[in-house]
């Protein structure tokens, strides 16, 4: 029962970036996705989740009108599409899963993948 995420890479500011989330061993649509991010030393933070559904979204203000999470439960996957990229979101991006409604609390995501690597710089 895992969570593999891609997409990562080193990217120049104003670039784009996708990141995705598969599933494998059990079934993504019985779960809301969140995708959070960490820098070393630094808070884990809840960039956006989307609900079982895909119904509802939420998404952190650092990142509002930039990035866009989609999914695809067919597919056993979820998207973060990641534009205007700008320094300051250089981490780890780990994808989890959790409740079904969605919320973006990290300590209710249950199962969490290995991260990929973002790196915004030019």
């Known amino acids: 029962l895992q969570l593999v995420e891609s997409g990562g890479g080193l990217v120049q500011p104003g670039g784009s970036l996708r990141l995705s989330c598969v599933a494998s061993?059990?079934?993504?649509?019985?779960?809301?996705i969140g995708w959070f991010r960490q820098v070393q030393g630094k808070e884990r933070e809840g960039v956006s989740c989307i609900s079982a559904s895909g119904a509802t979204k939420t998404y952190a203000d650092s990142v509002k009108g930039r990035f866009t999470i989609s999914r695809i439960n067919s597919k056993n996957t979820v998207y973060l599409q990641m534009d205007s990229l700008k320094p300051e979101d250089t981490s780890i991006y780990y994808c989890?899963?959790?409740?079904?409604?969605?919320?973006?609390?990290?300590?209710?995501?249950?199962?969490w993948g290995q991260g990929t690597q973002v790196t915004v710089s030019s």
């Open positions: 989890a899963a959790g409740p079904m409604t969605g919320r973006c609390d990290s300590q209710l995501y249950v199962r």
């Open positions: 061993g059990f079934p993504l649509e019985s779960y809301g």
